[in-house]
Protein backbone atom coordinates (compact mmCIF):
# COMPACT_ATOMS: atom_id res chain seq x y z
CA UNK A 1 0.00 0.00 0.00
CA UNK A 2 1.23 3.48 -0.51
CA UNK A 3 -0.84 7.03 0.61
CA UNK A 4 -0.59 10.18 -0.98
CA UNK A 5 -1.57 13.12 1.28
CA UNK A 6 -2.12 16.96 1.09
CA UNK A 7 -4.03 19.42 2.75
CA UNK A 8 -5.78 22.80 2.61
CA UNK A 9 -7.13 25.55 4.67
CA UNK A 10 -9.93 26.75 3.72
CA UNK A 11 -11.77 30.40 4.93
CA UNK A 12 -14.74 28.46 4.95
CA UNK A 13 -16.61 26.69 7.62
CA UNK A 14 -16.69 23.31 8.89
CA UNK A 15 -20.67 23.27 7.63
CA UNK A 16 -19.42 25.49 4.41
CA UNK A 17 -16.88 22.89 2.83
CA UNK A 18 -18.85 19.96 4.06
CA UNK A 19 -22.24 21.14 2.11
CA UNK A 20 -20.11 20.76 -1.21
CA UNK A 21 -20.11 17.47 -1.14
CA UNK A 22 -23.65 17.49 -2.22
CA UNK A 23 -24.29 15.37 -5.76
CA UNK A 24 -24.90 18.46 -7.46
CA UNK A 25 -22.05 21.23 -6.04
CA UNK A 26 -19.65 18.06 -6.15
CA UNK A 27 -20.18 17.20 -9.87
CA UNK A 28 -18.55 21.16 -10.24
CA UNK A 29 -15.27 20.26 -8.50
CA UNK A 30 -14.67 16.62 -8.26
CA UNK A 31 -11.45 15.75 -10.64
CA UNK A 32 -8.43 16.80 -11.97
CA UNK A 33 -8.49 20.96 -13.99
CA UNK A 34 -10.08 20.42 -17.26
CA UNK A 35 -12.16 17.87 -16.43
CA UNK A 36 -15.75 17.31 -15.87
CA UNK A 37 -18.15 14.91 -14.91
CA UNK A 38 -21.64 12.86 -15.96
CA UNK A 39 -23.19 11.32 -12.09
CA UNK A 40 -25.50 8.15 -12.59
CA UNK A 41 -25.68 7.50 -9.06
CA UNK A 42 -24.23 9.78 -6.22
CA UNK A 43 -25.70 8.35 -2.64
CA UNK A 44 -23.58 10.88 -0.07
CA UNK A 45 -24.05 8.09 2.85
CA UNK A 46 -22.40 5.28 4.76
CA UNK A 47 -22.96 2.20 2.09
CA UNK A 48 -24.14 4.58 -0.62
CA UNK A 49 -22.97 4.53 -4.25
CA UNK A 50 -21.37 6.36 -6.94
CA UNK A 51 -20.91 5.77 -10.04
CA UNK A 52 -19.94 8.79 -12.79
CA UNK A 53 -18.11 9.24 -16.09
CA UNK A 54 -15.17 11.61 -15.84
CA UNK A 55 -14.57 13.62 -18.94
CA UNK A 56 -11.02 14.67 -19.71
CA UNK A 57 -10.40 17.95 -21.52
CA UNK A 58 -8.56 15.50 -24.53
CA UNK A 59 -12.56 14.09 -25.33
CA UNK A 60 -11.79 9.96 -23.20
CA UNK A 61 -14.54 9.43 -21.11
CA UNK A 62 -13.16 7.57 -17.56
CA UNK A 63 -16.01 5.28 -16.07
CA UNK A 64 -15.87 5.40 -12.07
CA UNK A 65 -17.38 3.63 -9.56
CA UNK A 66 -17.01 4.30 -6.01
CA UNK A 67 -18.70 3.25 -2.82
CA UNK A 68 -18.94 5.67 0.38
CA UNK A 69 -17.27 3.81 2.95
CA UNK A 70 -17.79 6.38 5.47
CA UNK A 71 -19.65 9.43 5.76
CA UNK A 72 -20.11 11.74 9.10
CA UNK A 73 -21.37 14.74 8.44
CA UNK A 74 -19.89 17.27 8.29
CA UNK A 75 -16.55 15.83 9.50
CA UNK A 76 -15.57 12.81 7.48
CA UNK A 77 -16.14 10.92 3.79
CA UNK A 78 -14.26 8.16 2.79
CA UNK A 79 -15.25 6.41 -1.03
CA UNK A 80 -13.49 3.13 -2.13
CA UNK A 81 -12.78 3.17 -5.49
CA UNK A 82 -13.97 0.00 -6.91
CA UNK A 83 -12.04 -0.82 -10.07
CA UNK A 84 -8.25 -0.08 -10.83
CA UNK A 85 -6.57 1.32 -9.41
CA UNK A 86 -8.27 0.59 -6.27
CA UNK A 87 -7.50 2.50 -3.81
CA UNK A 88 -9.32 4.56 -0.79
CA UNK A 89 -9.71 8.11 -0.25
CA UNK A 90 -10.12 9.48 2.93
CA UNK A 91 -11.28 13.61 3.30
CA UNK A 92 -11.37 14.85 7.20
CA UNK A 93 -12.41 18.19 8.17
CA UNK A 94 -11.68 20.11 11.24
CA UNK A 95 -12.29 23.41 12.24
CA UNK A 96 -9.04 25.76 12.17
CA UNK A 97 -8.29 28.89 12.91
CA UNK A 98 -8.81 30.04 9.11
CA UNK A 99 -12.21 28.23 8.77
CA UNK A 100 -10.96 24.65 8.59
CA UNK A 101 -8.35 22.53 7.64
CA UNK A 102 -9.01 19.45 4.96
CA UNK A 103 -6.42 16.88 5.25
CA UNK A 104 -6.92 14.32 2.14
CA UNK A 105 -5.51 10.91 2.47
CA UNK A 106 -5.69 8.55 -0.76
CA UNK A 107 -4.31 4.92 -0.25
CA UNK A 108 -3.70 2.57 -3.11
CA UNK A 109 -3.54 -0.91 -2.69
CA UNK A 110 -0.94 -1.51 -4.59
CA UNK A 111 2.14 0.58 -4.56
CA UNK A 112 3.83 -0.62 -8.02
CA UNK A 113 0.85 1.15 -9.11
CA UNK A 114 1.01 4.04 -6.93
CA UNK A 115 4.55 4.31 -8.22
CA UNK A 116 3.87 3.97 -11.43
CA UNK A 117 0.82 6.56 -11.50
CA UNK A 118 2.58 9.17 -8.65
CA UNK A 119 3.62 12.04 -11.93
CA UNK A 120 -0.02 12.07 -12.23
CA UNK A 121 -2.13 11.54 -8.91
CA UNK A 122 0.06 14.11 -6.59
CA UNK A 123 -0.74 17.46 -9.03
CA UNK A 124 -4.00 16.15 -9.75
CA UNK A 125 -5.11 16.27 -6.04
CA UNK A 126 -3.92 19.29 -5.60
CA UNK A 127 -5.81 20.67 -9.24
CA UNK A 128 -8.70 19.07 -7.63
CA UNK A 129 -8.61 20.63 -4.40
CA UNK A 130 -8.40 23.81 -5.86
CA UNK A 131 -11.68 23.36 -7.43
CA UNK A 132 -13.13 22.40 -4.30
CA UNK A 133 -12.07 25.73 -3.20
CA UNK A 134 -13.52 27.79 -5.71
CA UNK A 135 -16.55 25.90 -5.24
CA UNK A 136 -16.80 26.66 -1.37
CA UNK A 137 -15.55 30.13 -2.37
Known amino acids: MKTFNTSREIEASVEQVFAAFIP ?19 EVKTGGKWSLIMH ?15 VVAPKKVVVQHLQEPKFSLAINLSPSSKGTLLTWAQTFESSDVAD ?3 HIVVPANEENLDKLVAEVM
Open 24 to 42: ERLARWWGPAGFSNTFHVC
Open 56 to 70: APNGIDYPNEFLFTE
Open 116 to 118: KIE
